[in-house]
């Protein structure tokens, strides 16, 4: 089919269309706020110790491929509170809780471990359906209070975090048999309490990362696919037009909280319910008063995977990546804390970097039209010629 002035509509390349598309917008967004953020982390190293600048950029970039297995692994937790604080944003909420209901889908988890005698082939996902009602639990009452008194789910959610993480420890410590008090942490669980490993040496990686990622495929499909992910996302967008049409507004909220809260509380349950490379030996929790950063992570990975399910999923394996060649940064004479830095940099500038990018659209968007326009007038010309 052509136009009137003899340009293939169909064959032509529609790059206009493209710039505008939203996973574009959200791609190219993260991309330029990851090189924004890697550029302002070597300006620091080089400002800290300029010889060892250079060699400390390629730990953080390149360091996590020499260490793939445990990069998937501390992926797993924040992927899924990442896939909780983005499926809470998706409703219009901000699940700040996702601390809390981690750190109680985590003793959830460690509860069912040690507290229940079941067969090895099911114990471990018994305590993993464990960890996820304690995060349910624990992510249904900041819920509660939005749908019915309309209090505000950022301060409800932050008070729970603290709850949470005390009222963890207090158990845990009066357990004798989840606590060893001479070592100020929780015994190693049973074999049969331990999530299968996926045989990578030197790290803890196991099966909970197919499942997380298996999750997070699932949570695209319900909200791009069902009628239900659609009430969300409108009621997200619009909560008046939404009752408006018939939504349940009251009744999303508290669904959205239930299922936000046990996917974090999936993420302790990931984490915990993990063996170490130590044969017969687990990863092990001490109580110490802090909230679980794994849960602030996750709100970092779902900001910078525009809160898109397989965004995050992409999100978090970067984050863990970038995290564990920061880890190695130190061989070179640089703290940890700098690969906290460049996260954080990252983030900020996720921000700019969308409202760079419209305006990098709109420049290219004008050179296209002017190219179509001289395409015409050539047209025109050779018409008026014949």
């Given amino acids: 089919m052509q ?8 064959n032509r390349f529609n790059f206009k269309s493209i710039t ?3 996973g574009f917008t959200s791609l190219s967004s993260a991309l330029m706020a990851i090189f924004l953020g890697l550029v302002f982390g070597f300006f620091v190293m080089l400002f800290a110790s300029p010889p060892n600048a250079l060699a400390g950029l390629r730990y953080i970039i390149f360091g996590g491929f020499n260490r793939i297995g445990n990069v998937f692994y501390f992926a797993t937790p924040i992927l899924m509170t990442g896939l909780s604080v983005g499926f809470a944003f998706k409703m219009g909420l901000f699940n700040i809780g996702a601390s809390g209901q981690y750190t109680m889908g985590l003793f959830f988890a460690l509860y069912a471990g040690f507290m229940w ?5 099911i114990h471990w996902f018994a305590a993993i359906l464990a960890g996820m009602v304690g995060g349910m639990l624990w992510g249904i009452i900041p819920g509660l209070f939005k749908a019915f008194l309309n209090v505000n789910e950022v301060i409800t959610s932050i008070m729970f975090n603290y709850i949470g993480m005390y009222l963890v420890d207090m158990m845990i410590q009066g357990s004798s048999i989840m606590y060893t008090a001479d070592k100020t942490r929780t015994k190693y669980l049973p074999q049969s309490a331990q999530i299968p490993s996926l045989g990578i040496p030197n790290s803890n990686v196991n099966l909970g990362i197919i499942f997380a990622i298996i999750i997070g495929i699932f949570l ?13 996302k409108a009621t997200g967008y619009n909560k008046h037009a939404a009752e408006y049409a018939g939504m349940k507004g009251k009744t999303n909220i508290i669904l959205t909280m239930l299922i936000a809260g046990g996917l974090s509380g999936l993420g302790g349950a990931f984490f915990m319910l993990s063996p170490s490379g130590i044969v017969g030996s687990s990863m092990t929790y001490e109580p110490i008063n802090i909230i679980a950063a794994n849960g602030f992570t996750g709100i970092a990975v779902a900001l910078l995977g525009s809160s898109h399910p397989i965004g995050t999923i992409f999100s978090a394996v970067f984050i863990s990546h970038i995290q564990r060649g920061g880890t190695l940064a130190s061989l070179v004479g640089y703290k940890p804390e700098i690969i906290d830095l460049v996260i954080a940099v990252i983030i900020y500038f996720s921000a700019f970097a969308m409202i760079m990018n419209t ?4 420049i290219v968007e004008s050179r296209l039209g002017e190219k179509e326009a001289k395409e015409i007038e050539i047209n025109d010309d050779v018409k008026e010629a014949e």
């Fill in 20 to 22: 505008k598309s939203g």
């Fill in 220 to 232: 695209y499909i319900v909200l791009e696919k069902t009628i239900f992910g659609y009430e969300l």
């Fill in 359 to 362: 305006a990098l659209g709109k």
């Fill in 117 to 121: 005698d079941l067969p090895p082939g």
């Fill in 3 to 10: 136009d009137n002035n003899g340009i293939d509509k169909k």
